[in-house]
T-cell receptor, first 116, second 110 residues
Framework: EAGVAQSPRYKIIEKRQSVAFWCNPISGHATLYWYQQILGQGPKLLIQFQNNGVVDDSQLPKDRFSAERLKGVDSTLKIQPAKLEDSAVYLC??????????????FGSGTRLTVV | GDSVTQMEGPVTLSEEAFLTINCTYTATGYPSLFWYVQYPGEGLQLLLKATKADDKGSNKGFEATYRKETTSFHLEKGSVQVSDSAVYFCALLNTDKLIFGTGTRLQVFP
């Protein structure tokens, strides 16, 4: 089974620029998550989709971050404008079941963003 | 809200030493508990899990037991290898969201 695909692997941008990340989950996984992992910290959930609807975006800084999953499959996460503190690894994960089945989570390799 | 607390690292050990990484949690209800591992330059990988009290998860020589009375899920391995060097994250799943600890870096030297 193919894993969760993310691109790009690395991105360096200047502050105030915009950037977008892409995620393709495992086929058939209805739930998709974006996490932010700042160096030295654990991943923090930014947004959760089920199919193409947002389930939880309470931790997403909506003044600069946006995400969509238009067809209920792949997803993009955008930052506009970026700040220095946005430097982090952005992880995408997908899950087969909605409702907390523990075996369902699979993570992508992440996109490492550096804002200079 | 729900949270996970891990011991700070780095943990530095010689090969074949015994490993313990402490993890405690705070949660309402009955969460599932996980250990994830992140090798240098790679993504998060599920190492082991436990879904209810007194369950023991195990994989690759690592073990952790879900202790509800102490709200703990400590990771142990009897004899570490250099290849175990990585960052280890304890996590809980309550409803449908994974909540992570801050991670503990393990460095194993020959």
């Amino acid at each position: 089974e193919a894993g969760v695909a993310q691109s790009p692997r690395y991105k360096i941008i200047e502050k105030r620029q915009s950037v977008a990340f892409w995620c393709n989950p495992i086929s058939g996984h209805a739930t998709l998550y974006w996490y932010q992992q700042i160096l030295g910290q654990g991943p923090k959930l930014l947004i959760q989709f089920q199919n193409n609807g947002v389930v939880d975006d309470s931790q997403l800084p909506k003044d600069r971050f946006s995400a969509e999953r238009l067809k209920g499959v792949d997803s993009t996460l955008k930052i506009q404008p970026a700040k220095l503190e946005d430097s982090a690894v952005y992880l995408c994960a997908s899950s087969l079941d909605y409702g907390g089945k523990p075996r369902g989570y699979t993570f992508g390799s992440g996109t490492r963003l550096t804002v200079v | 809200g729900d949270s996970v607390t891990q011991m700070e690292g780095p943990v530095t050990l010689s090969e074949e030493a015994f490993l313990t990484i402490n993890c405690t949690y705070t949660a309402t209800g009955y969460p599932s508990l996980f250990w994830y591992v992140q090798y240098p330059g790679e993504g998060l990988q599920l190492l082991l899990k436990a879904t209810k009290a007194d369950d023991k998860g195990s994989n690759k020589g690592f073990e952790a037991t879900y202790r509800k009375e102490t709200t703990s899920f400590h990771l142990e391995k009897g004899s570490v290898q250099v290849s175990d060097s990585a960052v280890y994250f304890c996590a809980l799943l309550n409803t449908d969201k994974l909540i992570f600890g801050t991670g503990t870096r393990l460095q194993v030297f020959p």
